[in-house]
């Protein structure tokens, strides 16, 4: 079966420090990969997606930027964190051809 | 573009009482349609989809949805709620002309609290 990581689970991190979240997934190959931020109280914006390896994909013109050293591996990085980078960051995997994307367990960012 | 509405930030229900929050899309092509559920400090787990076919999906935890072309609607049901389905849902459409990768777009999502 597949599983999907992400560490760590809770950061605090003040203002114009660098950062970097990963994300595993573990039982398939060659998935599509994602990068959502949930910001408090609202839905879920789609920040970075990938098709493979070195492959990224941009949504929102951020501060923010991605990296797909492996196949099953996605980071998420920032030079300098503002105190708008705070929130929930989810990443996501599914299937070249699947319907549903699968989530993990997310990491919580607080920018201080 | 494609758009999701979901209508009822909060929803308030007495255990045993249906369920049903509410999922309007705007898309020019039917899209594929999917509910997610999310507890508190926890990732999105998938509930149903629709994709073709049967246009009442039963997913899991006693949750059904129908899809309506005319109605451009996919609401979520569950005929007697309990206690642990207190939580956030999210309907999410994705393009059926998407390439490789598919973009999922979520609604604003509805907080579910389920009343003894």
């Known amino acids: 079966s597949q599983t999907i990581h992400q560490w760590p689970a809770t950061l605090v991190q003040p203002v114009g420090s660098p950062l970097s979240l990963e994300c595993t997934v573990e039982g398939t190959s060659n998935p599509n990969l994602y990068w959502y931020r949930q910001a408090a109280g ?3 914006q789609l920040l970075f997606y990938s098709v493979g390896i070195g492959q990224i994909s941009s949504e929102v013109p951020q501060n923010l930027s991605a990296s797909r050293p492996q196949d099953r591996q996605f980071i998420l990085s920032s030079k300098k964190l503002l105190l708008s980078d ?3 960051y989810l990443c996501a995997w599914d299937r070249g051809h699947s319907y549903e994307q699968y989530f993990g367990p997310g990491t919580r960012l607080t920018v201080t | 573009a494609q758009s999701v509405t979901q209508l009822g930030s909060h929803v ?3 255990e045993g009482a249906l369920v049903l929050l509410r999922c309007n899309y705007s898309s020019s092509v039917p899209p ?3 509910w997610y559920v999310q507890y ?4 999105l787990q998938l ?3 629709y994709t073709t076919g049967a246009t009442l999906v039963k997913g899991i935890n006693g949750f059904e949805a129908e899809f309506k072309k005319s109605e451009t609607s996919f609401h979520l049901t569950k005929p ?3 206690m642990s389905d207190a939580a956030e849902y999210f309907c999410a459409v994705s393009d059926r002309s998407s390439g490789s990768a598919r ?3 979520f609604g604003s999502g509805t907080q579910l609290t389920v009343l003894p």
């Not at chain 2, 508190?40 to 990732?43: A, H, R, S």
């Open chain 2, 103 to 105: 973009q999922l777009t």
């Open chain 1, 86 to 88: 705070s929130g929930f």
């Open chain 2, 32 to 34: 594929y349609l999917f």
């Open chain 2, 12 to 14: 308030s229900v007495s």
């Open chain 2, 40 to 43: 508190p400090n926890q990732g």
């Open chain 2, 47 to 49: 509930l149903l989809k």
């Open chain 1, 42 to 44: 609202r839905g879920l």
């Open chain 2, 80 to 82: 007697s709620a309990h």
